[in-house]
């Protein structure tokens, strides 16, 4: 995870004057998943990424702007949110995670 999360804590680290977006000055797909790669992992990996959202603080900074966008933020909130579960792509790891 460090090497992905290093890749795009660089990208947001050298735009960070121009836009808190990784790509250009609005949100967009990349952004996106981000957000989601976040969630995602926050589910299946509690532990590992209690240690590590520490050392990459632009990108859970770009997740949580994302998770603030009002229109994100009503599905999110919304019973049409399907939660993590042990059936999809993010499943909760107890013995890999560290």
């Given at each position: ?68 966008r009002p ?7 919304s ?20």
């Open positions: 995870m460090p090497k992905f999360f290093d890749y795009f804590e660089g990208i947001l680290k050298r735009n960070a004057k121009a836009s808190a977006y990784i790509l250009g000055k609005q949100v967009s797909y990349v952004d996106l998943s981000l957000f989601q790669m976040i969630e995602g992992l926050r589910y299946a990996f509690p532990r590992a990424m209690q240690k590590l959202e520490p050392k990459y603080p632009r990108s859970v900074a770009l997740r949580d702007h994302i998770s603030a229109r994100i933020a009503a599905y999110l909130a019973p049409r949110r399907i939660p993590f579960n042990q059936e999809g792509i993010f499943r909760h790891y107890p013995e890999l995670d560290s």
